[in-house]
């Protein structure tokens, strides 16, 4: 998948379109991110025991990756995102608007 958890993305689609946010979660298997404060949900629960107590809770629901794009730290665009190999062979993330390496985010 060409977004990793850590990422400054940016939201395409939906009712949070055009903020941004860091990626707390991805999902490969399921083309799904979680991104810190984008797509809340209010969940009300139902008490379950001592250390979960009920009530309105603000959950971070899961975006399609289609609907998010990567900001470039170079250009600071929503951009596409390339790959190319360096001269050790090693597959690096690059920026299709300015060609600029995208840094592996830290965890
Ligand atoms: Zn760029």
């Not at 055009?18 to 707390?24: D, L, P, S, T, Y």
């Not at 951009?79 to 050790?88: H, I, K, M, T």
């Given at each position: 998948?060409?977004?990793?958890?850590?990422?400054?993305?940016?939201?395409?689609?939906?009712?949070?379109?055009?903020?941004?946010?860091?990626?707390?979660f991805?999902?490969?298997e399921?083309?799904?991110?979680?991104?810190?404060?984008?797509?809340?949900?209010?969940?009300?629960?139902?008490?379950?025991?001592?250390?979960?107590?009920?009530?309105?809770?603000?959950?971070?629901?899961?975006?399609?990756?289609?609907?998010?794009?990567?900001?470039?730290?170079?250009?600071s665009?929503?951009?596409?995102?390339?790959?190319?190999?360096?001269?050790?062979?090693?597959?690096?993330?690059?920026?299709?608007?300015?060609?600029?390496?995208?840094?592996?985010?830290?965890?």
């Open positions: 998948m060409k977004i990793r958890k850590g990422d400054q993305v940016r939201v395409l689609q939906g009712k949070d379109r055009g903020k941004e946010g860091r990626v707390a991805s999902f490969p399921t083309g799904k991110v979680i991104v810190d404060g984008i797509n809340t949900a209010k969940r009300h629960t139902k008490p379950r025991g001592a250390d979960k107590p009920g009530g309105i809770i603000t959950k971070d629901m899961p975006l399609d990756v289609s609907n998010v794009a990567v900001v470039c730290p170079s250009c665009k929503a951009a596409r995102v390339g790959y190319r190999f360096d001269a050790a062979g090693t597959k690096v993330r690059v920026c299709r608007k300015c060609n600029a390496d995208l840094p592996e985010p830290k965890e």
